[in-house]
């Protein structure tokens, strides 16, 4: 069965920073990309940046680039969010999406559960 698990949301002030994680499980992380995606309060889902399954490629949306850094450690089936310099409209649920294949562009068949990030003074 496959899971996904995040965790490592909570409340921050602006300008500080988190590192959300997503704990994989139950199909071979090393040979699939991953996506995060955040859904802020009464809006859609935003994709926010993706690695390929070696993590030697990323993107990122133009809304968090040169703020967030994606990593995975494939030997700890272990997808990461570096989120600094975080500002108010970063307030959202973080979702960590397995790909379908090697990339993160295509499609994703699996999802998490979600982590609450809270950007407030």
């Known amino acids: 069965e496959v899971q996904l698990v995040e965790s490592g949301g909570g409340l921050v002030q602006p300008g500080g920073s988190l590192r959300l994680s997503c704990a994989a499980s139950?199909?071979?992380?090393?040979?699939?990309?991953m996506t995060w995606v955040r859904q802020a309060p009464g809006k859609g889902l935003e994709w926010v940046s993706g690695t390929n399954n070696g993590g030697g490629s990323t993107s990122y949306a133009d809304s968090v680039k040169g703020r967030f850094t994606i990593s995975r450690d494939n030997t700890k089936n272990t997808l990461y969010l570096q989120m600094d310099s975080l500002k108010p409209e970063d307030t959202a649920v973080y979702y960590c999406?397995?790909?379908?294949?090697?990339?993160?562009?295509?499609?994703?068949?699996?999802w998490g559960q979600g982590t609450q990030v809270t950007v407030s003074s």
């Open positions: 139950g199909f071979t992380f090393s040979s699939y990309g």
């Open positions: 999406a397995k790909s379908i294949d090697d990339t993160w562009w295509v499609s994703y068949d699996y």
